[in-house]
């Protein structure tokens, strides 16, 4: 059974650092690629942050500089570092996981909301 468990989520200022975390069990964890997404009221999902099997990274254009995406396969986690928070990064943040085979997983999600 595979799981992805989100946490980290919470209630920050603008300006403040959170960490997200995403532990994942029932996958192959270093040969899958993960990504972190978010969809705040009324919007879209939107992906936030990648990272390859390999490591390679990529972010939306609007985190770029203030958040940063890592994994530590001893531990099947992958971290979310966002710094310098603003009320528009305020959503609910989702942890997915893609493996080699192509299948695709979702966390439950955790709430991120940044107060003006």
């Known amino acids: 059974q595979v799981q992805l468990v989100e946490s980290g989520g919470g209630l920050v200022q603008t300006g403040g650092s959170l960490r997200l975390s995403c532990a994942a069990s029932?996958?192959?964890?270093?040969?899958?690629?993960m990504t972190w997404y978010r969809q705040a009221p009324g919007k879209q999902r939107e992906l936030v942050a990648a990272?390859?099997?390999?490591?390679?990274?990529n972010y939306v254009d609007s985190v770029k500089g203030r958040f940063t995406i890592s994994r530590d396969n001893a531990k099947n986690t992958v971290y979310l570092q966002m710094n310098s928070l603003e009320p528009e990064d305020t959503a609910v943040y989702y942890c997915n996981a893609k493996t080699p085979r192509s299948n695709t997983y979702w966390g439950q999600g955790t709430q991120v909301t940044v107060s003006s």
């Open positions: 029932g996958i192959i964890f270093r040969l899958s690629a």
């Open positions: 990272i390859s099997a390999g490591s390679s990274t």
